[in-house]
Each structure stands twice: as C-alpha cells, then as structure tokens.
C-alpha cells in the first residue's frame, strides 16, 4: 500500500484585482482536505472581513515581535502595510497530507519558494490591465489614487511571474479551478516526489 504523502505547499501570488481570493474559495470548496494558510498583516480590515478569517489584523509592533521570533515563514511589506505568513499550523498540515495554499505577495512570495525549493509557484494573470483596472474599481472600497497606486504595483507585479513555475490566467474562475488541479495532479506524479514508493516497489521481497 501506498505510504501516505505529505501535502503540497503551493504559493499562490498575483497583482491585487486578478481574483485570487475568489479563485481560491470555490476551489476549497471543491477540495475540503486543502487549507489555506491565515496571513497575519497590519493593514486594516476591509469591510466584511474578520480577524482569524480572511487575515489575523495585528499592530506593526505585534509584528515585529513574530517576525523577530522566526514564528512567520516569510514577511513582506505592500503599500505601506506588513503581511507575513505563520509558520507552526503550515508544517503541522503538510504533515498531516493536507496541500496548503499561501495566497501572498510576490516578495513573499519569492521568499517561500527560495527557502522552499519543494514548494509549487502559481501565478495569477488578468486577462488584461484594462480588465484589472474594471475589477479594482467595481470593488467600491478604494480612491481612485489607491487604484491607481494598484495599478502600478499590478506592473511591476507581473515581471515577477517569471519566478513562478505556472502562469494560469484568470479568464473564467471555472477554467482556472481546472488548470490548477491539472497543474498539482502534474506535480503528484512527478519521479522526485515518489522517489520513496519507488524503492519501495524495488526493495519489496
């Protein structure tokens, strides 16, 4: 029998406004046994969002201390604002062989696949600036400068995507939900994560 495989630890970045979140929560409802890791951040919550929920909202000085601590896998600041990625409950799910998505920016993101070599990169694409622009702006909860500031982060953003191992461009959120579990069926059957089965087979009087 097949010994029980850890999960994949899957980083999964975008510019703001190419519905990642919205990609994310129909694909956990598809996917129950997948997590998706808190971030912890020192913006402040938008309105509907809860503490524990969406992100733990704490103070730059509560912060500070976690990311002084180790406790926080990667931190990064983004328009002005701290995000940083809890460390202890992503290892304890990886173990127990649950995938576990960090939905993060991309210099944290850039962070977590360098320390983590393992960990699979997936980068959200708008079909278009003009359609980012649509999306950001029928959010109804930012100035037009603070769009507009997104709107240059958004730029800046995409010349990351490079770093990524998979671009999956966010035309329906349907299309998207299935390139990804065609992109993590890929990764499950790759020869470097079944290495232990293997000896397994050859090893098997």
Not at 124 to 129: E, M, N, Q
Not at 146 to 172: F, G, I, M, P, S
């Amino acid at each position: 029998m097949e010994a029980k495989s850890k999960g994949l630890l899957v980083v999964f970045s975008g510019p703001s406004g190419t519905g990642k979140g919205t990609i994310l929560k129909a694909y956990l409802e598809r996917h129950p046994q997948a997590r998706l890791s808190i971030s912890a951040t020192t913006r402040a919550p938008r309105p509907g969002e809860q503490d524990g929920r969406e992100y733990y909202f704490v103070t730059r000085e509560k912060f500070l201390e976690m990311r002084a601590e180790n406790a926080l896998l990667e931190s990064a600041e983004y328009c002005g604002n701290f995000y940083g990625t809890p460390r202890a409950p992503i290892e304890a799910w990886l173990e127990e062989g649950h995938d576990v998505f960090l939905e993060i920016e991309v210099q944290g993101g850039a962070q977590v696949q360098k320390l983590e070599p393992d960990s699979v990169g997936i980068f959200i694409l708008p079909p278009s600036i003009e359609e980012l622009a649509r999306r950001l702006r029928g959010r109804g909860t930012e100035t037009e400068d603070v769009v507009q500031n997104r709107l240059a982060a958004a730029k800046r953003e995409l010349c990351a995507a490079e770093h990524y191992t998979y671009a999956v461009v966010n035309d329906t959120v349907e299309a998207a939900i299935e390139k990804i579990d065609w992109i993590l069926g890929a990764e499950r059957c790759k020869v470097s994560r079944n290495r232990k089965f293997i000896e397994g087979v050859l090893n098997h009087d």
